[in-house]
C-alpha cells in the first residue's frame, strides 16, 4: 500500500514537473556571468530551442491508470470498514449499557432480598434465605466481579 502511494505521488509530480517547464527559458549574458531564466533578459540574451517534451510512455501510463484504480478501490474498503466498526463500537456500546442496567438492577434485588431476610420474623426466614441465596446465584452467573 505505502509503495503504491509513492508511485502515484511520484508519478504526479512527474507530471506536474513536465507542465512547470513547458515555457521558454531565456539564456542571460551579464558581463562573464551566464544566468537562466524564464523572462527575457533585460540586457543581451536570447532564448533557447529545447526539445519538445517527449511523448508518456503508454505503459507507464497503463500503470499509472492501474495504480489510481486500485488505490481508489483501497479507499473504499477502507471508508466501508471504518462506517462498520463505528456502527459495530456503537452497538457493542448499547450492550454494555444494558449490561450494566441489568446488573444494577440485579444487585438492587440481591440487595433488598437481603433487607427482607434481616426484617423476617422466624416463620418466614426460611423462605427469606432461599430468596435471597437465588438472588446472590443470578447475580454472580450474570455479573461476575
Do not use: N
Not at 18 to 24: H, V, Y
Not at 96 to 120: M, N, P, T, V, Y
Amino acid at each position: 500500500m505505502r509503495c503504491l502511494w509513492c508511485f502515484v505521488l511520484c508519478a504526479t509530480c512527474c507530471a506536474m514537473c513536465r507542465l512547470a517547464t513547458a515555457g521558454a527559458v531565456y539564456k542571460c549574458h551579464e558581463g562573464t556571468h551566464v544566468s537562466y531564466a524564464d523572462r527575457p533578459c533585460p540586457g543581451a540574451g536570447a532564448p533557447l530551442a529545447l526539445p519538445p517534451a517527449p511523448q508518456p510512455d503508454p505503459v507507464q501510463a497503463a500503470r499509472l491508470a492501474a495504480a489510481r484504480t486500485a488505490l481508489a478501490t483501497i479507499d473504499r474498503t477502507r471508508a466501508a470498514q471504518a462506517e462498520h466498526d463505528a456502527h459495530e463500537f456503537e452497538r457493542a456500546g448499547r450492550a454494555a449499557l444494558a449490561l450494566r442496567k441489568r446488573c444494577d438492577k440485579l444487585r438492587l434485588q440481591a440487595r433488598w432480598a437481603g433487607e427482607d431476610l434481616a426484617k423476617s420474623s422466624d416463620d418466614a426466614k426460611a423462605i427469606a434465605r432461599v430468596k435471597a441465596r437465588r438472588m446472590a446465584e443470578t447475580l454472580a452467573v450474570e455479573c461476575p466481579g
